[in-house]
């Protein structure tokens, strides 16, 4: 069966969520994951522009300006109700594994 789009999200998708908390350009995105994992995620243009693209279709992001080529987006309430309910599995997967690994 199919898992249904967006109903998990890659680390990727998750930083670039969270940084669209405020209004970024798309190289900003970039340079801001990088700095947030301290170089642990990167994110190439390919994959910011496809990811991108996909939010914008599916209302979870919105683009707030445009410059020339620059492209400005924010996170929208769908988006920001996406980045809590993946925090809050994130959380419980922490969760089970304290448990799990407590009980050894």
Known sequence: MAREKFQTLTEQMFYILLCLQEEC???D???KVAAMTAGRVTIGPGTLYNLLEQF???GIIAE???EGRKRCYQITQ???DM????????MLLTADYHRYKGGL
């Open 78 to 80: 769908t988006g920001l």
């Open 25 to 27: 350009y798309g190289m």
């Open 56 to 58: 914008q279709k599916a």
């Open 83 to 90: 980045l809590e309910k993946e925090y809050q599995r994130l």
């Open 29 to 31: 995105i970039m340079e």
């Open 64 to 66: 707030t300006r445009v």
